[in-house]
Nanobody, 122 residues
């Protein structure tokens, strides 16, 4: 079984910073794309940032220049550094990853974490 566990969410004032972490565990062989999504109340889940297995990063326009995604491959962990937070960043943030298991190393499945709440106050 594979699990993704997020941490680092919380309450922060506008203009502040938070760093989210997501650790993958289980009988993992390889992790390809790792991503962060978010879902605000009453809105659809949206992609925030993605980092590929070879380190290429993409961001949604509204977070470019403020958020930075990174990964630590030996630790099977992805991070999201969020700076200059504003009220529109308030959401539940979810980790997502494409992972293959040791038993089937070339078969990838998509996994989600349970989410971590980020609340930005004025």
């Amino acid at each position: 079984q594979v699990h993704l566990v997020e941490s680092g969410g919380g309450l922060v004032q506008a203009g502040g910073s938070l760093r989210l972490s997501c650790a993958a565990s289980g009988s993992i062989f390889r992790i390809n794309d790792m991503s962060w999504y978010r879902q605000a109340p009453g809105k659809q889940r949206e992609s925030v940032a993605t980092i590929t297995g070879d380190g290429r990063m993409t961001y949604r326009n509204s977070v470019k220049g403020r958020f930075t995604i990174s990964r630590d491959n030996p630790k099977n962990t992805v991070y999201l550094q969020m700076n200059s937070l504003n009220l529109e960043d308030t959401a539940v943030y979810y980790c997502n990853a494409d992972i293959s298991k040791v038993r089937s190393p070339w078969s990838f499945s998509n996994y989600w974490g349970q989410g971590t709440q980020v609340t930005v106050s004025s």
